[in-house]
């Protein structure tokens, strides 16, 4: 099955900086890459989300990038806002399957 | 409009008890999902229900088992609870098999003991 790494686990950055988080999978066939925000308690919510026929995509301050050649991925977050800390998750759906793999979660602290 | 509904919140079960847990998709999604999410760890996937039947099926043991009923509501049911099931309990709906447009619940939270 597919395998989703997922680094760093944890990460610090001063207020208005970027952070980038990044993941990596193992399954050729994997055709759509989400990501999720959750907040402590909270359920995942969805915060962007790209196809394996797109290169980068954008929303706001949030992009994520893929790179198919490399099989890898990764969420960008530029002028890091306070309410931007919590654990995100990446996750990567075969299109031969119909679950999500989970990466381990990053946690990422905005210090004010 | 209702997001999806997990019923309920916390539940504090004895080691070797049974427990059922409840979700309630989003109007109009016919196909529920179900995850685990031990702390500290990504949801790892138990099944996947579309039309009342099973889709898809995560390495669980056979004490976890589930329906969906005509309303497509759905049901995780986990026999012989043990410590190792604490974990928070997530269902998440979509209109079709494909899992694009996910929502996920709040959860469930279970806590063996």
């Known amino acids: 099955g597919e395998n989703v790494e997922q680094h760093p686990s944890t990460l610090s950055v001063q207020e208005g900086d970027s952070a980038v988080i990044k993941c990596t999978y193992s399954?050729?066939?994997?055709?759509?890459f989400p990501w999720y925000k959750q907040e402590l308690g909270k359920r995942p919510q969805l915060i962007i989300d790209?196809?394996?026929?797109?290169g980068e995509k954008k929303d706001q301050r949030i992009a994520v990038t893929l790179n198919k050649t490399a099989k890898h991925f990764s969420l960008h977050i530029t002028e890091t806002q306070p309410e931007d800390s919590a654990v995100y998750f990446c996750?990567?759906?075969?299109?031969?399957?119909?679950?999500?793999?989970f990466g381990t979660g990053t946690s990422l602290t905005v210090i004010p | 409009d209702a997001g999806v509904t997990q019923s309920p919140t916390h539940l504090i079960k004895t080691r070797g008890q049974h427990v059922t847990l409840r979700c309630s998709p989003i109007?109009?999604?016919?196909?529920v999902s179900w995850y685990q999410q031990v702390l500290g760890q990504g949801p790892q996937f138990i099944f996947q229900?579309?039309?009342?039947?099973?889709?898809g099926r995560g390495n669980f043991p056979d004490r976890f088992s589930a329906r969906q009923f005509p309303n497509y509501s759905s049901e995780l049911n986990v026999n012989a609870l043990l410590l190792g099931d604490s974990a928070l309990y997530l269902c998440?709906?979509?209109?079709?098999?494909?899992?694009?447009?996910?929502?996920f619940g709040s959860g469930t939270r279970l806590t063996v003991v």
């Open positions: 998440a709906s979509s209109f079709g098999t494909s899992n694009y447009g996910y929502t």
């Open positions: 399954d050729s066939a994997s055709n759509y």
């Open positions: 790209i196809r394996s026929n797109v």
């Open positions: 996750a990567a759906i075969p299109n031969t399957g119909n679950q999500f793999y």
């Open positions: 109007s109009g999604h016919k196909s």
């Open positions: 229900y579309y039309e009342k039947e099973e889709r």
